[in-house]
């Protein structure tokens, strides 16, 4: 039952949290700002024409005015709304443009880009808003901010900015070698010790759990096996496998199981299971099975675990089991 609980409370929070890819619409962006649409026209049946009024150049094109094509009928991504602000990050859209014959006055013409999280609603201090500064400083870092200074501003967004953002800038550091590289011996000291303390952002805790397994910080796989118990999150704990097995390999069922004797509750226990079996590993096999084998095959949680481990060997063990 605590399983199931736990694989529960991870779907509904998965439902709950909007994705975010914000920091993938910035980088893929051809033209990024804060704008107002002011107008909408169908071209034809399958083309819309959006006209925005940019209240904030942040990166790309110097016109005050752009038009967004949009295909309703193909698009699944947001559109622009009228007279809302929003932070949008366009694709050029000439070639697009062009082919269709659409007027050079009405230019220049764009597209978005489609990624979830890309289109925010920005408020009225807009050099105050958070997407906003965070749009401006990736815009910085492209045009030349030393990585040093862009690294540092990451690290502070990443610890102490906004709920969703921070996550993005940990992601964003994950995803730059570069970036990481210039992160201070103390900067990483305050992130793990964040990665450790956050029981309540789950996102935001396995984001920074990714950015502290890409450097390979020394610890990591049992400070954040501590939190297990705490973070009743079934995507936590599986993070938590597949860390280990990335910085242990065979070794990380050896670790986990440490923490599995000293589980005191059902709940750390399951997590903890869950974790080795995530780890996808064949120690982590041996070890299930034999608990397996000591409850007789009626422990639920370890069926979970070889649920999640996936292999020929762990599915026939479940099969075994009906």
């Excluded at 007027?103 to 764009?110: E, L, N, Q, S, V």
């Excluded at 958070?130 to 502070?156: H, K, W």
Aim: neutral net charge.
């Amino acid at each position: 039952m605590v399983l199931l609980r736990l694989l529960a409370t991870s779907l509904l929070f998965a439902c709950l949290l909007p994705a975010q890819d914000l920091r993938r619409g910035l980088v893929d962006a051809d033209f990024v700002a804060v704008a107002r649409a002011i107008g909408k026209k169908e071209h034809d049946a399958d083309l819309v024409l959006h006209r925005l009024q940019v209240i904030r150049r942040i990166r790309g094109d110097e016109a005050q005015t752009v038009t967004v094509l949009d295909w309703p009928n193909l698009a699944l991504h947001a559109r622009p709304m009228i007279r809302q602000s929003r932070l949008y990050c366009l694709q050029d859209a000439s070639a697009q443009a062009t082919r269709l014959g659409l007027p050079a006055a009405d230019g220049p013409y764009f597209k978005m880009v489609g990624w979830s999280g890309s289109n925010p609603l920005v408020g009225e201090n807009v050099e105050g808003d958070p997407n906003v500064q965070f749009a401006a400083l990736l815009a910085r870092s492209e045009a030349g901010t030393p990585p040093t200074e862009t690294a540092a501003d990451l690290c502070s967004i990443a610890l102490l900015g906004a709920p969703g953002l921070r996550t993005e800038a940990a992601r964003f550091l994950a995803e730059r070698p570069t970036l990481r590289a210039k992160i201070t011996e103390l900067q990483w000291s305050r992130i793990l010790t964040r990665t450790s303390g956050e029981i309540d952002d789950v996102a935001h805790k396995i984001a920074l759990a990714e950015l502290c397994a890409e450097q390979g910080l020394p610890g990591l796989l049992d400070s954040l096996a501590v939190s297990l118990g705490q973070v009743q999150d079934a995507e936590y704990a599986r993070t938590v496998g597949r860390i280990g097995a990335l910085l242990h390999g065979e070794d990380a069922t050896t670790k986990l199981e440490e923490r599995l004797r000293l589980a005191g509750q059902e709940k750390d226990r399951a997590a903890l299971l869950l974790a080795i079996g995530a780890t996808n590993t064949s120690s982590a096999l041996e070890a299930l099975l034999r608990i397996d084998s000591a409850s007789g095959g009626k422990d639920a949680a370890v069926e979970a675990a070889l649920r999640e481990h996936r292999s020929p060997r762990a599915k026939e063990a479940v099969a075994r089991r009906k």
